[in-house]
């Protein structure tokens, strides 16, 4: 079993920027596919970013030009830099992989992480 250990969630002012970092440190597998969704209270959980070993991503509209996504392979690692904030980023933001080669926001992801909240509020 794959565990995904998130951490960097925390509470920021709009405009501010935040780093989640999402590490699988015992998996057994190489993890092809890394991404973030994330789902706010009474709201459907959506895609944030996605990307594959050979670093092409995928980035849910709203977020694009804000958000960067970046994987470590040799270390099974995804990290999510997130710049100008907005309180509609408010959302608990969950790290997923997968094994195979598709890598889109719509694909299906095996593994799941527990998440990490972040808050953007003035």
């Known amino acids: 079993q794959v565990k995904l250990v998130e951490s960097g969630g925390g509470s920021v002012q709009p405009g501010g920027s935040r780093r989640l970092s999402c590490t699988a440190p015992?998996?057994?597998?190489?993890?092809?596919?890394m991404g973030w969704f994330r789902q706010a209270p009474g709201k459907e959980r959506e895609g944030v970013a996605s990307?594959?070993?050979?670093?092409?991503?995928s980035y849910l509209d709203s977020v694009k030009g804000r958000f960067t996504v970046s994987k470590n392979n040799a270390e099974n690692s995804v990290f999510l830099q997130m710049n100008n904030l907005k309180p509609d980023d408010t959302a608990m933001y969950y790290c997923a992989a997968s094994l195979g080669i598709d890598c889109g926001l719509t694909s299906t992801f095996i593994y799941w992480g527990q998440g990490t909240q972040v808050t953007v509020s003035s």
């Open positions: 015992q998996s057994p597998y190489a993890l092809y596919c």
């Open positions: 990307v594959d070993f050979d670093g092409k991503t």
